[in-house]
């Protein structure tokens, strides 16, 4: 069987991984097409990914083999478990860019899992997820109704900084008009005596 090379990261602070050519083809349409070519990538053999991180490239590869997710993590809360909601969010755009949709779902679906579990979001990739996909990004979407579900008014007033301005404007209009819900107006008059 043929290998190809992934090539995470840049320089001195890369990695290689040797991955079986029909595997990385069969799952990213956009990898079949890059070794298949004529230009750098197919004559080398070599696919480089060079502003991702080693460790998410290291877990595309193992997901070319398993069709499992298995992050280093697997914690709840604390330091180890910002570092899995920064990779989860990172290999999900990694996904998108390679046309792997059924990982981006396996993705979500441990977001989601974490979420309802412990009932937070993690604010602190909502800068990378609205940085790096477009304005109907299933990603988008999922942590915007994160955030409309499990965020108060009191994180957004202590880290404002953390949520995009585009975020806002979502939670915002989901909240919804209040002519449409129904709201009586006349509630917020000062009496006149």
Not at 54 to 61: E, F, H, M, T
Not at 147 to 157: E, L, M, N, P, Q
Request: aromatic share 10%; proline share 4%.
């Amino acid at each position: 069987m043929e290998f190809v090379t992934l090539v995470a990261g840049k320089g001195e602070s890369s990695e290689e991984f040797g991955v079986h050519k029909e595997f990385a083809c069969h799952y990213s349409p956009v990898l079949r097409a890059a070794f298949k070519s004529s230009f750098v990538v197919g004559r080398t053999q070599t696919y480089r990914f060079e502003e991702v991180a080693i460790d998410i490239v290291r877990l595309l590869v193992n997901w070319i083999y398993t069709q499992e997710l298995h992050t280093a993590h697997d914690a709840e809360w604390g330091e180890e478990a910002c570092l899995e909601d920064e990779y989860l969010a990172q290999l999900w755009v990694l996904a998108d860019k390679l046309l792997i949709p059924s990982l981006q779902n396996m993705v979500k679906d441990k977001i989601q899992h974490r979420r309802n579990k412990s009932r937070s979001v993690a604010i602190w990739t909502l800068d990378y997820v609205w940085a790096n996909t477009s304005g109907n990004s299933p990603l988008r979407r999922l942590m915007r109704d994160q955030c409309f579900r499990f965020v108060g008014g009191t994180c957004v007033k202590k880290t404002p900084q953390a949520f995009p301005h585009e975020l806002l404007v979502d939670l915002v209009v989901m909240h919804g008009d209040p002519e449409e819900d129904g709201l009586d107006v006349d509630n917020y008059e000062v009496p006149e005596n």
